[in-house]
């Protein structure tokens, strides 16, 4: 960062500023004007210019409010008047350390200064905008989470059976149907913020950093969870075709053993996982279709004396009927997992082919899972579908034999124990990387926070309402039907987001370290304990030395005030620059000098400076500006721009939004 002189007609032309002083925090002892006592009686006063006494005037007082000039010149003496020179920001209030110097708290005076991009730097910059992420072709993107939603015929299927008996395939049909609502809202939070991330991603640009978090916990629960039970599912029918290979050996060791196998594969390159999915996805679907096409021939020989029989064990009564439809469906919903994980690789998936992706998933799900479970109830009795067996692998030795029994389990331990995996590994990556399934929420806070963001796609608020209902009512049905899992989720969830907040509040948690220093004086006599305030010192300020950048395009003090209590409720920093792009010296806001002062000095604890950059505000200006200040992208904030604008918040690398 250079500091150039600020009457160089290069940067401001003729326009009036305050000197700089690079090495003082007050500017040296400055005459007071003679008439700035007459000109200040008569803006208290605010008397009407007939009221004006003959002194008045003939003290050359104005008519009119104090030029720039004027203004920056009493700023200047008061602040002279009122600090010491050379020293801190800190007012005169309480300490909330009685006993220990709370000079830490207050940071310095901030400074105004111009940074030139040289035409190398833009270059440079330009290149690493223009550099894109590794692009999945629709088919690939479509296997890493599809795998987990086609797969779910394995794991969904008894569970589904055992509260819904023969409205089963009703009730799959009723979920992936469900599913269908969710897909615009994914599309429009995608065409919004197209970042890694997923419910992070998006709660972060469109709340704040707490509900970022919350986001980041239930979508890390979740990919964990998928990762999970199909590592589970998996070792299970392994178990229970080759038990006698298997002997003293526990299916969690099974579990644990695929998690392993996976995660391995799982650090390779993206392109390379992408390969292996899209294999075990061809796989599953041929097995698939090869399993139905045998079954529909048992069942045309067989006939429909096995159905009957189910048919005649279902539930009696409208109100049983109803809630086990009910139950199946709440089931169902979670069952058809894998199509919440796709935004969290959204980055890394051809723009083009994103609404493709989500379509293949759902209608996938929807031809795969309710025809598949109708041939199930049409071939088995109940007893066997509810006897623990391997369902599907049972199936298919009864439709056609052994070898395709065989097929089946293979199938399972490779779109199962391997791509549901993997899904949830990819998904556990990219969050990390940025760093639930209530994409309803995020909408509804894009729609109201954020609204001005331009998108491709947008969805009507009673869909996003809707959804956000499904949510809800899925979520409690499945409560009431199991209670457990809301202490197991709560339990696991609490510990992923005090975790997550416990990093988030470190500042908070050394100033409370700090206050109880300070009241057990005690420690400060002991010779183990005496001079931990220096050490919790040093930590807070290395916490807070990474500067926030805010790119500012007026002088509205009302807006700049915004971004500060924005940033401070997100972000630990001690220093905020306010950055300004102009393309000339005369559209540069004639006030915004003056306000970045006057709430340099409003906010103790903060340094605020101000610099400017000459250039157009787009996403190559921001990456030659990040590397030139040495302030990450993600580090950066920007108001909401509108449609003219013609860029999104994606092409910005990670740059958040603060306002509306």
């Not at 905008?129 to 015929?153: H, M, T, Y």
């Not at 590592?231 to 006698?244: H, I, K, M, V």
């Not at 202490?487 to 948690?509: E, H, N, P, Q």
């Not at 200006?621 to 904030?637: D, H, R």
Request: proline letters at 5%; charged letters at 15%.
């Amino acid at each position: 960062m250079e500091k150039k002189d600020p009457s160089s007609s290069a940067y401001m032309s003729d326009r009036p500023m305050t000197p700089i002083y690079e090495e003082r925090d007050t500017v040296p002892d400055l005459p007071v004007s003679p008439t700035t006592p007459s000109r200040n009686r008569i803006m208290r006063r605010r008397v009407a210019p007939d009221e004006l006494q003959e002194d008045d005037i003939a003290d050359g007082a104005s008519l009119y409010p104090p030029s720039f000039a004027q203004s920056e010149f009493e700023t200047i003496v008061r602040r002279q008047r009122n600090n010491q020179p050379h020293m801190l920001k800190i007012p005169n209030v309480p300490s909330r350390f009685p006993n220990l110097s709370n000079n830490w708290e207050f940071a310095g005076w901030g400074s105004m200064s111009y940074v030139e991009l040289t035409p190398d730097d833009i270059s440079a910059a330009e290149a690493r905008v223009n550099e894109k992420p590794f692009q999945l072709d629709q088919l690939r993107a479509s296997s890493i989470a599809g795998n987990g939603i086609i797969g779910s015929v394995f794991y969904a299927f008894p569970a589904v059976a055992a509260v819904a008996s023969i409205y089963s395939p009703i009730t799959l049909a009723s979920a992936c149907i469900m599913l269908f609502i969710f897909r615009p809202i994914l599309l429009e939070l995608g065409s919004a913020v197209r970042l890694n991330g997923a419910n992070y991603a998006y709660l972060l640009q469109f709340s704040g950093k707490a509900m970022g978090l919350v986001g980041a916990a239930a979508t890390l629960l979740d990919a964990v969870a998928t990762s999970s039970v199909s590592a589970a599912t998996a070792s299970a029918y392994l178990s229970g075709e080759f038990a006698a290979l298997f002997v003293g050996l526990r299916q969690a060791a099974l579990a644990i053993g695929f998690l392993v196998a996976l995660a391995i594969i799982g650090l390779i390159s993206l392109k390379e996982s992408s390969s292996v999915t899209l294999a075990f996805t061809t796989i599953h679907l041929c097995t698939m279709l090869i399993l139905m096409v045998a079954s529909v021939v048992a069942w045309a020989k067989t006939g429909s004396h096995v159905l009957a029989s189910n048919w005649a064990l279902r539930p009696q009564g409208a109100a049983e009927v109803a809630r086990s439809i009910f139950n199946g469906i709440c089931i169902s919903f979670l069952g058809v997992t894998g199509f919440e994980t796709t935004p969290s690789y959204i980055e890394n998936i051809k723009p083009s082919a994103y609404p493709a992706v989500l379509r293949n998933m759902l209608y996938t799900a929807l031809v795969l899972n309710a025809p598949l479970m109708l041939l199930v109830y049409a071939i088995l009795p109940s007893e066997t579908i509810l006897g623990g067996a391997n369902v599907l692998s049972v199936l298919a030795e009864t439709v056609a034999g052994k070898w395709l029994r065989i097929l089946v389990v293979v199938d399972c331990m490779l779109v199962v124990g391997g791509g549901g995996v993997l899904a949830g590994l990819i998904g556990v990556s990219a969050l990390i990387e940025r760093l639930a399934r209530k994409y309803a929420t995020s909408n509804l806070l894009l729609k109201f926070n954020r609204d001005r963001l331009p998108r491709k796609y947008r969805t009507s608020l009673i869909a996003t309402l809707l959804a956000l209902v499904i949510s809800i009512v899925v979520l409690v049905g499945n409560v009431v039907q199991t209670p457990q899992i809301i202490g197991l989720f709560l339990a696991y969830f609490i510990v992923i987001l005090l975790c997550l907040f416990t990093l988030k509040s470190r500042i908070k948690l050394a100033r409370i370290a700090m206050w109880i220093y300070d009241q057990a004086t005690v420690l400060h006599k002991w010779k183990y304990t005496k001079g931990w305030n220096i050490a919790i010192i040093r930590w807070m300020r290395g916490l807070r030395e990474q500067p926030i950048g805010v790119w500012v395009k007026s002088d509205d003090i009302y807006n700049l005030v915004e971004a500060i209590l924005y940033i401070r409720r997100n972000e630990s920093t001690a220093r905020i620059i306010f950055i300004h792009a102009y393309d000339d010296a005369s559209s540069i806001p004639s006030e915004l000098e003056a306000n970045s002062k006057i709430l340099d000095e409003g906010f103790p604890s903060i340094t605020i400076d101000l610099v400017f950059v000459k250039g157009r505000f787009n996403p190559t200006l921001v990456e030659a500006t990040s590397v030139k200040l040495g302030i990450p992208k993600s580090q950066f904030f920007m108001s909401t721009m509108g449609k003219e604008h013609g860029w999104k918040v994606a092409d910005y690398g990670g740059v958040r939004v603060v306002n509306l």
